[in-house]
């Protein structure tokens, strides 16, 4: 018996009835040999922390566009931070942490330069439009290792495909087919309501008064005690209804919603956010067009069958930029250069 088939037999052991076991899993999308000492979620997780696109995370804005400070959080980050929450929640669920791990980290890796301000630039200008959650499992389906892809399991693309909550108030797509998935779906939420409060006080947007004390008095005071509270409730709510699904207590998914709403208002539709919003939506509309009229430069000597392929290979590689070379591609593209005087 190889270490995974150990390892495998220790799941059906100690894992919930409703886990999701790494030997039962849906397959991938091109069969392959399995590995004697990682499952398969394992070696799904490892593929994600060694590719380009997640590196490239590290680059990449979570809200406020190229942060001088060492402490604002990046698309990098909050990835680490949402497979921390959330491996917190299956190991007390007894649901597969390798799994919940490689979905959270995996969960972002199609987000654009210049955060939600580059999806809206994408989703206007693509004639196909753009969601980044789309465009994540595209990332490890078709982009990466030049074009052969990461080649995940099922569970994983279902929930990186499926991590996305609501837009605006909407339900953006069914729930993700395992509870692993749904403890991102839920864990995405916590941390990004969480850091993006703590970047908004730091970058001075807001201040601690503007917060809503219903907020505070349910959720807490504190960064910690609010990701805490959120955890528990998680936790707790979802043992009383048997781990049927990943939920929150009406109460606390209110005041969650609450504050979201806070958000929109006094953090991401800021005067001071939406300047800075235009100037990098404005960046990546000449970048993209220039691209489109110059596609010679992404396909080289490949004659493309179609517009409709000229546009979405210059989409990839504007979602794959990041913050800086965005500005350093604008830069060598449109900015004068300074003439040597003999």
């Not at 394992?42 to 190229?66: C, E, G, N, P, W």
């Not at 208002?265 to 067009?289: C, G, M, P, S, T």
Request: aromatic share 10%; proline share 3%.
């Amino acid at each position: 018996m190889s270490l995974r088939e150990e390892y495998e037999k220790i799941e059906s052991k100690i894992l919930h009835p409703n886990a999701s076991f790494s030997r039962k899993t849906k397959g991938r999308l091109k069969e392959e040999s399995k590995d004697d000492i990682r499952t398969d979620f394992q070696r799904d997780r490892d593929r994600i922390i060694h590719s380009k696109a997640f590196r490239r995370l590290k680059h990449k804005t979570q809200v406020f566009f190229s942060p001088q400070g060492d402490h604002y959080r990046t698309r990098l980050t909050h990835v680490l931070e949402v497979a921390q929450i959330a491996r917190t929640i299956a190991r007390a669920l007894r649901l597969n942490e390798d799994l919940t791990e490689a979905i959270a980290l995996g969960h972002d890796l199609g987000h654009t330069p210049f955060g939600h301000a580059g999806e809206a630039v994408l989703r206007e200008i693509h004639p196909d439009g753009f969601e980044h959650f789309e465009q994540s499992l595209r990332v490890v389906d078709f982009l990466e290792k030049n074009g052969e892809g990461l080649n995940f399991k099922f569970e994983v693309r279902d929930g990186i495909l499926k991590h996305s909550k609501s837009k605006e108030g909407q339900i953006l797509s069914d729930p993700p087919a395992t509870l692993e998935g749904q403890i991102v779906r839920i864990a995405d939420i916590i941390a990004y309501l969480n850091h993006d409060l703590d970047d908004a006080l730091r970058a001075g947007i807001i201040k601690t008064n503007d917060i809503p004390i219903n907020f505070i008095k349910t959720i807490g005071d504190s960064h910690s005690k609010r990701i805490d509270t959120m955890v528990r409730d998680v936790i707790f709510s979802t043992l009383k209804a048997d781990c049927e699904k990943i939920t929150l207590s009406e109460k606390i998914e209110a005041t969650i919603y609450q504050l979201r709403d806070f958000f929109f208002e006094k953090v991401y539709f800021n005067d001071r956010v939406i300047k800075e919003l235009k100037k990098a939506k404005y960046i990546l509309q000449l970048l993209y067009n220039y691209y489109v009229e110059n596609s010679y430069l992404l396909l080289g000597n490949d004659i493309p069958s179609s517009d409709r392929e000229i546009h979405r290979k210059v989409c990839d590689f504007i979602a794959g930029m990041t913050d800086r070379y965005v500005l350093y591609t604008f830069e060598k593209i449109f900015m004068p250069k300074s003439w040597a005087v003999s």
